[in-house]
């Protein structure tokens, strides 16, 4: 398969730095690698949406009706999208309010059978279920095909190395979603052993190490 690929991060992180928006990367940077891994005549190109950087003109066109450009722009960014990353800080044991504000404002059906790759971050573990009555009900609500596996990181996820290390799994899951996602993205399913290009798993996990880029 030849062509561009769009791949959008839809980023909820509200501080700088922020770990919502390193998780964002992380998965935008693995489906990227394995969609030129499994079609290398793929040229990707990767947008990040920091809804941070928003939030006023999503109040405004709540209010309103009428985005302002900026939004606009974003909205029209994200239903353009082949393959869609969301990541949300969870509050409450819930999805942000930003983030479900902004998801409000995309017109109705403009995401169904889009590939969608749902994370999240968390001061801890116990809020990652979130991601499976919170997350995932959303955009099933909203018709999107979203992946199997979901990625959730807690401050002990990341550690010294940035959560990229070979034995983290934070890093293994997101190699596995970022798959996931890619073959959506492909429209195949996910080859079978015999059918893959062998990568060895060390160097997809050291594809990920913090100081790249």
Not at 99 to 121: C, H, I, M, N, Q
């Amino acid at each position: 398969m030849s062509g561009a690929r769009r791949l959008v991060a839809v980023c909820a992180g509200l501080s700088l730095p922020s770990s919502t928006r390193l998780l964002a990367d992380r998965l935008a940077e693995s489906t990227a690698r394995q969609l030129e891994w499994a079609a290398p005549s793929t040229d990707v190109e990767i947008t990040v949406v920091e809804l941070r950087q928003l939030a006023v003109d999503i109040s405004k066109h709540l209010v309103t009706g009428f985005p302002p450009p900026a939004l606009r722009a974003a909205l029209d960014t994200v239903t353009g999208a082949d393959g869609l990353i969301v990541v949300t800080p969870v509050f409450n044991a819930c999805y942000s309010g930003l983030f479900k504000s902004f998801f409000d404002l995309v017109e109705r059906g403009a995401l169904e059978g889009k590939p969608v790759l749902a994370a999240a971050t968390g001061g801890t573990a116990r809020h990652s279920l979130a991601l499976e009555y919170a997350v995932r009900p959303l955009f099933t609500h909203l018709r999107a095909q979203v992946t199997p596996t979901v990625v959730f990181a807690a401050p002990e996820d990341w550690g010294s190395a940035g959560g990229a290390g070979p034995s983290s799994g934070l890093a293994t899951r997101v190699v596995r979603a970022g798959g996931e996602l890619a073959h959506l993205v492909m429209g195949t399913p996910p080859l079978r052993p015999e059918e893959a290009e062998v990568v060895p798993f060390e160097e997809q996990l050291a594809a990920l190490r913090p100081d790249r880029g």
